[in-house]
């Protein structure tokens, strides 16, 4: 059993690449903690540190309460799954999944019994005499997890174990994994780049954006309360719909959020107004979710969103409309849309600047004074957490849930009233505006 610290981890290698920039991170005994990200966000890097396979370029990797960063990796009592699970072709299954024990100088018998255990609580009790070759790719990748096992490791760390296997095969393994690794107890970190994996594995998540950890969470925390438009954008499916308004102020009624012609509204009530005020004349990023949207006869009022289906999709337990609404989305990079220059609100820099230096104004800095909290100087820190400009837009089609095989098709009109409570609010730098509040 072991706990694991890291404390402003940093890896950047010869050529310059940063590949982890200041994590900090804690995982609690016991704890299963998923690393996810996109390709190339750092997950294995920072796997691999862990592991003691590379040393980190400044900042400290805490075990059990210990600084590990010169703890060479076979005394860190850590076992590692990789994706490639390599195994050693000539040995049968049995011999393959011994093997850690044979090195360590346990004898036969012993050995022969802990191997048993092992693959009869993987399914893989009866195959243990065939060699990899006679295995089937799940089978092969439980001979894996069973070498790994058999050492009872105090930390597994599995560095995406189940993306070679087809998606039925993964969702079982997937169980399987979790279901061993909590039943043994042993603290377990895995990366992956699928957030279904993440969602349904997790103890919690964290979520890495070019080596830069951008949230921690249980599953339900990050994906109810994304703490960036980044995450936000990573988890979900379909995802989150995500859409550029303008905020106006009035202080006599409520907040208006204005996406081309449609307008929602946030009431004084709403304990995020506060926040969203500060806002006013400015443009934000509206966070709304599909399951927050529900059909609603074209004569309601109140908070509906009115459109037309551009076209549907049919998934057999429910179909998805995508609604032209003539507002504008915007479209998070790296998440399989290519980078653009243009960024949401072009003089969102420029007033984070004179907010940080307290020079400059304007209308709204007015208006917060004159009714609403003032915002107070933003920390600098903030800054480092995403690049203005990284964003860019598109019209939006707005992902609404429909019962499977819906009378309406594309081309209809369809109103959807919006649960205003369940929006999302992203500034332009893409942090989330009601932060703290978790
Ligand atoms: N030895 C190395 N030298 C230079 N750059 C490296 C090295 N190893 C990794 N990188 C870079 O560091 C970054 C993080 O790589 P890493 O392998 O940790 O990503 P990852 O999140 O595991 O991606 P994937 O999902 O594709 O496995 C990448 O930009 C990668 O190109
Ligand atoms: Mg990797």
Same mark, same amino acid.
């Given at each position: 059993?072991?706990?694991?610290?890291?404390?402003?981890?940093?890896?950047?290698?010869?050529?310059?690449?940063?590949?982890?920039?200041?994590?900090?991170?804690?995982?609690?005994?016991?704890?299963?903690?998923?690393?996810?990200?996109?390709?190339?966000?750092?997950?294995?890097?920072?796997?691999?540190?862990?592991?003691?396979?590379?040393?980190?370029?400044?900042?400290?990797?805490?075990?059990?309460?210990?600084?590990?960063?010169d703890?060479?990796?076979?005394?860190?009592?850590?076992?590692?799954?990789?994706?490639?699970?390599?195994?050693?072709?000539?040995?049968?299954?049995?011999?393959?999944?011994?093997?850690?024990?044979r090195?360590?100088?346990?004898?036969?018998?012993?050995?022969?019994?802990?191997v048993?255990?092992?693959?009869?609580?993987?399914?893989?009790?009866?195959?243990?005499?065939?060699?990899?070759?006679?295995?089937?790719?799940?089978?092969?990748?439980?001979?894996?997890?069973?070498?790994?096992?058999?050492?009872?490791?105090?930390?597994?760390l599995?560095d995406?174990?189940?993306?070679?296997?087809?998606?039925?095969?993964?969702?079982?393994?997937?169980?399987e994994?979790?279901?061993?690794?909590?039943?043994?107890?042993?603290?377990?970190? %895995? #990366?992956?780049? @699928?957030?279904?994996?993440a &969602?349904? =594995?997790? +103890?919690?998540?964290?979520? !890495?954006?070019?080596?830069? $950890?951008?949230?921690?969470?249980?599953?339900?925390?990050?994906?109810?309360?994304?703490?960036?438009?980044?995450?936000?954008?990573?988890?979900?499916?379909?995802?989150?719909?995500?859409?550029?308004?303008?905020? %106006? #102020?009035?202080? @006599?009624?409520?907040?208006? &959020?204005? =996406?081309? +012609?449609?307008v929602?509204? !946030?009431?004084?009530?709403? $304990?995020?107004?506060?926040?969203v005020?500060?806002?006013?004349?400015?443009?934000?990023?509206?966070?709304?979710?599909?399951?927050?949207?529900?059909?609603?006869?074209?004569?309601?009022?109140?908070?509906v969103?009115?459109g037309?289906?551009?076209?549907?999709?049919?998934?057999?337990?429910?179909?998805?409309?995508?609604?032209?609404?003539?507002?504008?989305?915007?479209?998070?990079?790296?998440?399989?849309?290519?980078?653009?220059?243009?960024?949401?609100?072009?003089?969102?820099?420029?007033?984070?600047?004179?907010?940080l230096?307290?020079?400059?104004?304007?209308?709204?800095?007015?208006?917060?004074?004159?009714?609403?909290?003032?915002?107070?100087?933003?920390?600098?820190k903030?800054?480092?957490?995403?690049?203005?400009?990284?964003h860019?837009?598109?019209?939006?089609?707005?992902?609404?849930?429909?019962?499977?095989?819906?009378?309406?098709?594309?081309?209809?009109?369809?109103?959807?009233?919006?649960?205003?409570?369940?929006?999302?609010?992203?500034?332009?730098?893409?942090?989330?505006?009601?932060?703290?509040?978790?």
């Amino acid at each position: 059993m072991a706990t694991v610290a890291l404390k402003d981890v940093m890896k950047v290698f010869a050529d310059g690449t940063v590949a982890v920039d200041r994590v900090n991170l804690d995982v609690g005994q016991g704890e299963f903690m998923v690393l996810l990200g996109p390709s190339g966000c750092g997950k294995s890097t920072l796997l691999r540190m862990v592991a003691g396979l590379e040393d980190p370029t400044s900042g400290a990797v805490i075990m059990d309460g210990e600084l590990a960063n010169d703890l060479p990796p076979r005394e860190r009592g850590v076992a590692m799954v990789f994706q490639d699970f390599a195994l050693y072709p000539h040995m049968t299954v049995g011999e393959n999944i011994g093997f850690p024990l044979r090195l360590s100088g346990v004898d036969a018998e012993p050995r022969a019994e802990q191997v048993a255990e092992v693959a009869s609580a993987l399914g893989i009790g009866d195959v243990l005499a065939r060699k990899p070759g006679q295995l089937s790719g799940g089978q092969r990748q439980r001979v894996a997890m069973g070498r790994a096992i058999v050492r009872r490791p105090k930390l597994f760390l599995m560095d995406e174990p189940l993306s070679n296997l087809d998606s039925g095969l993964r969702a079982e393994l997937r169980a399987e994994i979790s279901g061993l690794v909590r039943e043994l107890g042993v603290t377990t970190i %895995y #990366v992956t780049h @699928d957030q279904a994996e993440a &969602l349904t =594995m997790a +103890d919690r998540v964290a979520i !890495l954006r070019k080596g830069v $950890l951008q949230d921690v969470g249980t599953p339900t925390q990050v994906y109810g309360r994304p703490a960036t438009l980044y995450v936000a954008a990573f988890l979900g499916s379909p995802r989150m719909n995500l859409l550029e308004a303008e905020v %106006y #102020v009035h202080l @006599d009624r409520h907040i208006a &959020l204005h =996406m081309g +012609d449609q307008v929602l509204h !946030l009431p004084w009530n709403d $304990l995020r107004s506060r926040q969203v005020a500060h806002f006013h004349g400015e443009r934000i990023v509206i966070g709304v979710r599909a399951e927050a949207l529900t059909p609603v006869p074209d004569t309601t009022s109140g908070d509906v969103l009115r459109g037309r289906i551009r076209y549907l999709e049919h998934h057999g337990h429910e179909s998805l409309a995508f609604l032209d609404i003539g507002a504008t989305a915007v479209i998070v990079d790296e998440i399989g849309n290519p980078p653009t220059d243009v960024p949401i609100n072009g003089g969102g820099l420029r007033r984070f600047v004179s907010r940080l230096t307290g020079r400059g104004g304007s209308g709204s800095a007015e208006l917060v004074g004159a009714g609403v909290n003032g915002r107070g100087p933003r920390r600098a820190k903030e800054s480092v957490l995403s690049d203005p400009g990284r964003h860019h837009r598109r019209p939006a089609e707005l992902a609404v849930r429909l019962a499977p095989y819906p009378a309406v098709t594309h081309g209809h009109p369809l109103s959807v009233a919006v649960r205003m409570e369940a929006l999302h609010f992203f500034d332009e730098r893409g942090q989330r505006i009601d932060v703290g509040w978790r």
